[in-house]
């Protein structure tokens, strides 16, 4: 893990190198940062889609792979990102029973109550995907 980049009140955010190591890290990261802010219910669903967009960003990037999450006040949804320096935005694809990949992004939409992807800045480059989940209560 390059390390922390920001941790303020309700927002957590980390930056890994593409290395294969950086999915058991974003899980650890997130794992604890839930656990913090008392989310241990949404723990398991997060971490399984964190990897699945991590993997994503290793497949078919290179360089710093991002992971935020973003805690509302209130009611809300959490909100996750994971971002990393390629632009193009990956492609939902038809997997098939015997297929041993392309299923993550069908099942983020699955699992979650929004997502979707954004370009990174102007001075960033990149994309960033996104997903909600509904905050227990």
């Not at 723990?43 to 999450?69: C, F, K, Q, Y």
């Amino acid at each position: 893990m390059i390390g922390v980049l920001h941790t303020q009140g309700d927002v957590a955010e980390w930056a890994f190198p593409a290395d294969p190591m950086a999915v058991r890290k974003a899980r650890a990261a997130v794992r604890a940062q839930l656990a913090a802010w008392n989310l241990d219910e949404l723990s398991d669903i997060t971490i399984l889609l964190v990897s699945e967009l991590v993997t994503n960003s290793l497949r078919h990037a290179s360089g710093p792979i991002g992971v935020r999450l973003v805690r509302p006040e209130g009611p809300g949804a959490l909100l996750v990102e994971v971002s990393d320096p390629l632009p193009d935005p990956p492609r939902a694809r038809a997997a098939t029973p015997d297929d041993e990949g392309g299923r993550g992004l069908q099942l983020v939409a699955c699992s979650s109550r929004r997502w979707g992807t954004r370009p990174g800045g102007a001075a960033t480059g990149g994309k960033t995907v996104w997903f909600e989940l509904a905050l227990p209560g």
